[in-house]
């Protein structure tokens, strides 16, 4: 039939799709590479999907946890929480801000704020913090970031 089309794919076509399929099999096989992955050291500072020290940003969190977050930043390592006022002392609210500013496991690596505030005739004013107050929370973190390390360390 000179001239008119036919649906049928012709045997040409048939045996390019047909290489094309046992291409792509053997392709996607290569892929597979058996279970020969390479390990990673999950202890290593650097090996992060976020963009500061994963220790440093999950023990932060656990230290925080029982403040409102306000703000997280995993890529650029910021944390702010919202006012806390401790239920057994509702005159006084604490807010706190954390920065990671590194990828290495490092006490110089975080930087802690404070603000605190106390009422005053029913108007929250400012009031210092003690220094001992930040030093604490960032031990708490750091140690916290270690014993992490550690458990990666050990669970490898």
């Known amino acids: 039939m000179i001239g008119s089309t036919s649906t049928r794919p012709s045997k040409l076509r048939l045996a390019a799709r047909a290489g094309l399929i046992a291409l792509a099999t053997v392709a996607l096989a290569a ?3 058996g279970n020969k992955r390479p390990k990673a050291d999950l202890a290593a500072s650097k090996i992060t999907t ?4 994963s220790y440093l940003w999950r023990a932060s969190l656990e230290a925080l946890s ?3 977050l306000l703000q997280t930043d995993s890529n650029g390592g910021v944390i702010v929480t919202d006012w806390y006022a401790n239920p057994n002392n509702p005159n006084e609210r604490m807010k706190v801000s954390v920065a990671i500013l590194d990828q290495d496991l490092r006490a110089d690596a975080l930087r ?3 603000s605190r505030q106390v009422m005053q005739n029913g108007v ?4 210092p ?3 001992a107050t930040v030093q604490k929370l960032e031990d708490v973190i750091l140690t916290r970031a270690r014993d992490l390390r550690r458990q990666a360390s ?3």
Do not use: D, L, R, T
């Not at 929250?124 to 009031?127: D, F, L, R, S, T």
């Open 66 to 68: 029982f403040m409102p």
């Open 31 to 33: 892929c597979g590479g």
């Open 50 to 53: 976020i963009g500061v020290n």
């Open 129 to 131: 913090v003690q220094a």
């Open 112 to 114: 802690v704020a404070a």
């Open 154 to 156: 050990a669970g490898k």
């Open 124 to 127: 929250w004013a400012e009031a």
